[in-house]
């Protein structure tokens, strides 16, 4: 079957479901499609040029769990792509699946935007949105969607007749001609994720689409599926950070050496306890990946407990460590908090270093990061831990990785609505398919 722009509907009757199809660009690790293969989308391709994140990708969603539900194009290497150079010298291949495509996610590196960095409106990563578009122009999908920071909103000062002052309203100007476009700030935690973490999301229909002016309700639709969908589910609506990582406590699981890195331990995992940390198990039948303890020297430990003690006696877990404890305890970076047990999470960074546990001297191992981010347990991470320096900008290790991903349990809700105006069945309907399914 093909909808009124030729691409391919799904079909929903009687137990039956097809899948629809997406493209996802600057896929990162995969938080965007593991929540869409969630879902039954099925994946067409993923443009990541980073080796580490794309090979997380890769062993997760192309080869792993979900292998099944992807068909990545024979004219087309699998390999991590630049999107410009995949544009470059695969305009035809990307042009003949025009048709075929339903749908094309993606969020272009955000360095440049973000708050939470220095924000560089020259940064050459912030025009990347602009090949987003022109691979819209070439697979001429029903559907996209765009994800970044809240920065991506923020004007910048005009200081050239080139340059750009908002971001958000020139992607959206140069979208408005063919599709019905909505976009605002999301929160995470609004979703069942035990995070804090704003983003700018814009969803589009081409305006061809029959249901294209369901996109208005789109935000609305989507906050009033959240209690069905978790529900159909299994999972809190409101998950506090000890809902996600109490159960790998150290205190009640011990450590071990580390079989796949010598000189490090592991936390010596039980068994998930709550809904939320169930639900993220996901039926993994062992030991989740990526329990690698960080290796703390003694006086950065003692520092830690300090510190630790010292806000709690302020109440101050969950935000910012103040002034006054930094200098006692010679901390030079203002950015560094403690995690609140029942509080959700603040945005994670790509620095691990910036959070420390809520109740034990360490920062978070990248399952735990994982864990706030809604990644099941199974998911698991590819490449160095950690980079720093001028690699920083280069690389992306795997603390980053989880980090940049949108949450899988938010993208796989976004998934249902988008789906829901594409096939014109009502979101309560296609999680009864998704589940039978």
């Not at 159909?232 to 205190?251: F, M, N, Q, R």
């Not at 109740?359 to 998911?379: G, N």
Request: hydrophobic share 35%.
């Amino acid at each position: 079957m093909t909808n009124s722009n030729g691409g391919a509907v799904i079909e929903c009757c009687k137990g039956f479901l097809s899948s629809p199809t997406y493209i996802d660009v600057f896929s990162g690790c995969g938080g965007l499609s593991l929540g869409l293969a969630r879902g039954n989308w099925r994946g067409l391709l993923a443009v990541e040029k980073d080796p580490w994140a794309f090979n997380t990708y890769k062993h997760n969603l192309i080869e792993g769990k979900y292998r099944n539900s992807f068909d990545w194009p024979d004219g087309i290497e699998l390999k991590p792509w630049d999107i410009q150079k995949l544009l470059d010298t695969h305009t035809h291949e990307l042009s003949q699946m025009a048709g075929a495509v339903d749908l094309v996610v993606g969020g272009p590196p955000c360095q440049g935007y973000s708050m939470a960095g220095r924000r560089n409106q020259a940064d050459p990563r912030n025009r990347l949105y602009e090949a987003y578009i022109q691979l819209l122009h070439l697979v001429q999908p029903s559907l996209i969607c765009f994800e970044n920071v809240t920065g991506f909103t923020n004007n910048f000062p005009v200081d050239a007749e080139e340059s750009i002052r908002n971001f958000a309203t020139e992607l959206e100007r140069k979208l408005e001609n063919k599709y019905t476009i909505n976009s605002t700030i999301i929160n995470t935690r609004d979703f069942g994720v035990p995070q804090a973490r704003k983003r700018y999301i814009l969803v589009g229909a081409n305006k061809d689409m029959q249901s294209a002016s369901r996109i208005h309700d789109f935000f609305l639709e989507l906050s009033q599926n959240v209690e069905i969908f978790l529900n159909s589910k299994g999972l809190p609506h409101c998950p506090t950070v000890k809902d996600a990582i109490g159960d790998l406590e150290l205190s009640g699981n011990g450590k071990s050496p580390s079989i796949q890195f010598p000189g490090f331990d592991s936390i010596r995992y039980k068994s998930p306890q709550t809904s939320y940390q169930i639900g993220m198990h996901d039926g993994l039948d062992g030991t989740p990946s990526d329990l690698r303890l960080p290796r703390h020297r003694k006086h950065i430990i003692e520092r830690f407990e300090s510190i630790i003690s010292h806000c709690r006696e302020d109440g101050c877990p969950g935000v910012t460590v103040p002034e006054k404890i930094r200098e006692m305890h010679g901390l030079k970076k203002h950015t560094v908090r403690i995690l609140k047990s029942q509080g959700v999470a603040p945005t994670l960074t790509s620095l691990p270093e910036d959070l420390l546990h809520y109740s034990e001297p360490r920062i978070l191992t990248v399952r735990e990061y994982a864990r706030l981010q809604s990644f099941p347990d199974w998911f698991s991470f590819k490449g160095n831990y950690t980079t720093g320096g001028h690699k920083r900008s280069q690389e992306t290790p795997r603390y980053t990785q989880v980090a940049d991903a949108v949450p899988p349990l938010v993208s796989e809700q976004i998934g249902i609505i988008l789906l829901s105006i594409l096939t014109n069945v009502p979101p309560r309907k296609l999680l009864e398919e998704i589940i039978a399914d």
